[in-house]
């Protein structure tokens, strides 16, 4: 039987699901795959909480030399989340040769090539199932299951807290806030819900899963943003009648070699799969050369789901001869402009206009000037002289012809506002 010793570095949401793991199915572990797993350390400040796991206090604390120093531990697997003191603790974990484990999305997307570089020299592991997706074997899919393609595309909904959000306020109404909170409740938001919402987190696991799966560094900056924050629960409504889903959806192309990435609350069709993705679940579609699309779907967040990952990475790492290199994330600065494209997609525009005769021709003729065919128009009665809500879908279009043709309707006389623009996707 092969004894791994493994800490554990914080007890928060996901600590303390790997904990109940480790624990209840200690004994399977040994019987299936040969492996006494035992949490030799852990570190965390709040000792109520290591109480209430039933963790033994004598191998809490807050000191990492506690767990560099002791030999019989070969795996850490780090929670704290955020980047100091995670980067500096795990840094000293592969200087003293250890694997680690990580569910830090921050961390790993912003200096996965620093972690890179201390692993290669000790020849450490470092595993990172969890940091994307969740429960969901997204990573092991990408580098083991779909390794005979070239990856062409990723898309989908990566962040469970902002998909919780938006499903509760579709389907059930609910108020922005008052999602948010439960979402932070249930233990899918980040410490500072403002990286789930404003589509941090979508942007830290779509440059994760876009290096991996292009063989090429694309760096978190390199991901166009937008969260879902200034999402009016109005165009969700409307979106509904016209036959759509708003999700944040994360959505990344390799085409020859030119990459393009981006996060931003889109329309969906209803009958579109990943419409259905509801509450805390994710789902990701990889595009393959050879396979075509392969889609993922489970539970994006949450004590548990995240947990299975850790443990399944602490069992793989275990059974490892020698650790897996990812060289092109050895790579600290690219040059960004190389990211710069023109993204063609399907829009959803909102506005208030004049409630008087020419208002819709002035506007579709400004469409027509920039080449945007008009897919549908739903004009809602009006609420006043002045607002007459106006609703248009346009054919497929480059960002920088829409953007033009929204300025321009911007200055049109007959036209109050511009409220909403949305990408639709297919
Ligand atoms: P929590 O805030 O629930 O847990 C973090 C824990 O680490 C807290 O108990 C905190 O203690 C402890 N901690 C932080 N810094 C230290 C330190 N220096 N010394 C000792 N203890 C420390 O966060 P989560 O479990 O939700 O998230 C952890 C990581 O996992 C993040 O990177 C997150 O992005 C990622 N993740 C989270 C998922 C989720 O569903 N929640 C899913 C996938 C990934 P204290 O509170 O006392 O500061
Ligand atoms: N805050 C993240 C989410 C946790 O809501 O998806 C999982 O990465």
Not at 218 to 232: L, Y
Not at 323 to 341: C, M, N, Q, V
Request: aromatic share 8%.
């Amino acid at each position: 039987m092969k004894k791994v010793g493994v800490a554990l570095l914080g007890l928060g949401t996901v600590g303390g699901g790997t904990y109940e793991i480790l624990v209840k199915n200690r004994e399977y572990f040994r019987e299936t795959l040969g492996l006494d797993v035992e949490v030799k350390a852990v570190l965390e400040k709040n000792l109520d909480r290591a109480k209430q796991l039933g963790v033994d206090l004598k191998i809490v604390s807050t000191d990492i030399a506690d767990v560099v120093k002791n030999p019989d531990i070969s795996i850490v697997a780090e929670f704290f989340g955020g980047i100091e003191p995670a980067r500096t603790f795990l840094l000293e974990a592969l200087k003293a040769g250890k694997s680690i484990v990580t569910a830090n999305k921050e961390l790993f997307s912003k200096h996965w090539y620093e972690l890179e570089a201390a692993a290669k020299q000790t020849g450490a592991g470092l595993y990172f199932e969890a940091s994307c997706v969740g429960g969901v074997p997204i990573i092991r899919t990408i580098e083991e299951g779909m390794q005979s393609n070239k990856i062409e595309q990723i898309k989908g909904i990566i962040n469970g807290t902002t998909n919780y959000i938006l499903t509760a306020m579709s389907d059930e109404g609910a108020d922005y806030a008052a999602a948010l909170k439960r979402a932070q409740e249930l233990g899918y938001a980040e410490f500072d819900p403002t990286a789930d919402v404003e589509g941090f987190d979508a942007t830290y696991k779509i440059s994760i899963l876009s290096t991996l799966a292009y063989h090429k560094r694309v760096p978190v900056e390199a991901v166009k943003r937008e969260g879902i924050s200034k999402v009016d629960a109005v165009d969700i409504q409307i979106g509904k009648e016209l036959g759509y889903t708003m999700k944040l959806l994360a959505l990344s192309k390799n085409v020859n070699g030119k990459i393009e990435a981006r996060v931003a609350p889109v329309f969906v069709p209803t009958s579109h799969p990943l419409a259905s993705v509801k509450g805390s679940f994710n789902a990701v579609y990889l595009h393959g050369d050879s396979v075509d699309d392969i889609m993922l779907y489970g539970r994006g967040a949450g004590a548990l789901p995240t947990g299975s990952a850790i443990v399944s990475d602490i069992l793989f790492a275990a059974k490892q001869s020698e650790a897996k290199r990812y060289p092109y994330a050895e790579k600290g600065k690219s040059d960004l402009k190389e990211f710069d494209t023109d993204f063609v997609s399907k829009y959803y525009i909102r506005l208030k206009a004049a409630d008087e005769e020419g208002t819709l021709a002035k506007i579709t003729h400004v469409l027509g000037k920039e080449n945007i065919n008009i897919e549908s128009v739903l004009q809602k009665k009006p609420i006043s002289s002045d607002n007459a809500p106006i609703v248009f879908v346009t054919d497929k279009t480059a960002e920088s012809n829409i953007k033009k043709a929204v300025e321009e309707i911007k200055n049109l006389g007959a036209v109050k506002e511009v409220d909403a623009l949305y990408r639709v996707e297919e």
